[in-house]
C-alpha cells in the first residue's frame, strides 16, 4: 500500500462537511500546521474537531475558527481563543469541555477498541450529566466512551514511507493516541526516510495506524502566551 503522498492537499482530499476530526498537539506544540492550512482552503464546512485545545487566534485550529468551518469542539482547554469565546457566547459554535485526562484516555481507548471505562473524574459536575454512575472500591466513578474519528491528523518530528513515527518532547501529546484513532490517519512529518532507515525501538506510532503520510514544509514555533519582565 503506497501511503506517501506529495503536500497536505493531496492528503486532506476526501474529508467533506460535516465530518468529525481529531488533531493532534499540545498548545501549538505538535499541531499538523500544514494540513491546517490545507483544511482552510479545502473549505469543509460543519466540521466536529478533536483536540487538547482551540490554538490562539489565526494560529492553528484558530485559523479554522477564524473562517467558521468548525460546528462543535470537544477540548479539554480552549482560554487563549479570543475568536473562540466570541462564538461560543453567540451561539454560533457547540463545546465539550471533557477533563484532559479522560479526555486522553478516551481518545486511548477508542484507538484500542475499548468502547467504554469508568473515571472518577468529572463526578458531581456538569462533565457527569446523566452518564451511568458505579461505585468502585467505594468511590463514585461515572461512564465515559471511547473515541473515534472520521480522520486523524497528526504531526511528527520524523516518519518513514512505510508510515511509522517518532515524535518529540511535548509534541507527542495527543499526536501518538490519536494516530490510533482515526479510521483515517493523516501524518505530516519534518522528515521523511525510507522504510527501514528508523531504530524500531524508538518508533511511538507503527505504521499500521498510518494511511497516509507526507514531508511537510515551513513550520514555524510559535508562542501561545508571552510573558515579558520589565
Known sequence: MKKVVRNAQEAVQGIKDGMTLMLGGFGLCGIPENCLDALVELGVK???????????????????????QIKKMISSYVGENKEFERQY???????????????????????????????PAGYGTEVQGDKEVRFFNGKPHILE????????????????TAGNLIYRYTANNFNNMMAAA??????????LVPAGDLDPNK???PGI??????????????????????
Open 46 to 68: 460543519n466540521l466536529t474537531c478533536i483536540s487538547n485545545n482551540a490554538g490562539i487566534d489565526n494560529v492553528g485550529l484558530g485559523k479554522l475558527l477564524r473562517t467558521q
Open 145 to 160: 466512551m471511547g473515541m473515534r474519528a472520521d480522520f486523524a491528523i497528526v504531526k511528527a518530528w520524523k516518519g518513514d
Open 203 to 205: 518508533i511511538h506510532t
Open 209 to 230: 495506524f498510518v494511511q497516509r503520510i507526507f514531508q511537510g514544509t515551513d513550520y514555524k514555533k510559535q508562542i501561545e502566551f508571552t510573558t515579558t519582565i520589565d
Open 89 to 119: 457566547l453567540s451561539g454560533e459554535l457547540e463545546v465539550e469541555l471533557i477533563p484532559q485526562g479522560t479526555l486522553a484516555e478516551r481518545i486511548r481507548a477508542g484507538g484500542a477498541g475499548i468502547p467504554a471505562f469508568f473515571v
Open 182 to 191: 482515526g479510521i483515517i490517519t493523516i501524518a505530516e512529518v519534518e522528515i
